[in-house]
């Protein structure tokens, strides 16, 4: 099973990238995750919230494959403990899910569209991160729900 983080916005400053890629090496030996930070290109850049948000529903419409398993993380959304996420990919890997996408949708949130394609819908907490922090903060969940699952002393119970 791939793990893929969707994030759309500006790419990350050079710590947030070494923490992110801190976390996937460590997760590397149980199980692949990639993060893809999606833009829209400069000439859509708009300040119209609506246009915005139609803009990276088609972009991310375009990107879904009907082999993905859509997790949104929204802050309206179901708030999970680290063992229940490792739950949730275990019944992935068990239902043969051959890729999550974790989904950091963009400033403004998703459209309609979009939450109606998500599989699930997570909320990481009920205070509003920055994206970039999201990022790295998913790819240390992720690493601690396959710690969790291989019974790797990482996760303290």
């Keep these: 099973m791939n793990i893929e983080i969707w994030s759309i916005g500006k790419e990350n400053d050079a710590f947030i990238n070494e923490g992110i890629n801190y976390y996937f090496q460590k997760t590397r030996p149980w199980n692949p995750v990639e993060l893809v930070v999606l833009q829209l290109p400069k000439k859509n850049v708009t300040t119209d919230v609506a246009r915005t948000k139609l803009q990276e529903e088609e ?38 899910t051959k890729t999550i996408v974790i989904l950091i949708g963009g400033a ?44 790797s002393p990482y996760h303290h119970s």
Excluded at 65 to 86: C, F, N, V
Excluded at 128 to 148: D, G, K, M, N
């Design 108 to 151: 403004f949130g998703v459209t309609d569209a979009i939450r109606s394609k998500a599989n699930q819908c997570w909320s990481l907490s009920h205070l509003v991160f920055p994206h970039q922090l999201v990022r790295l903060i998913t790819a240390e969940q992720v690493y601690r729900s396959f710690s969790i699952l291989n019974n």
């Design 59 to 96: 972009m991310l419409l375009k990107k879904l494959q009907p082999h993905h398993y859509l997790i949104l993380l929204d802050e309206r959304g179901k708030m999970l403990t680290s063992p229940q996420w490792a739950n949730q990919f275990q019944q992935c890997m068990n239902q043969g």
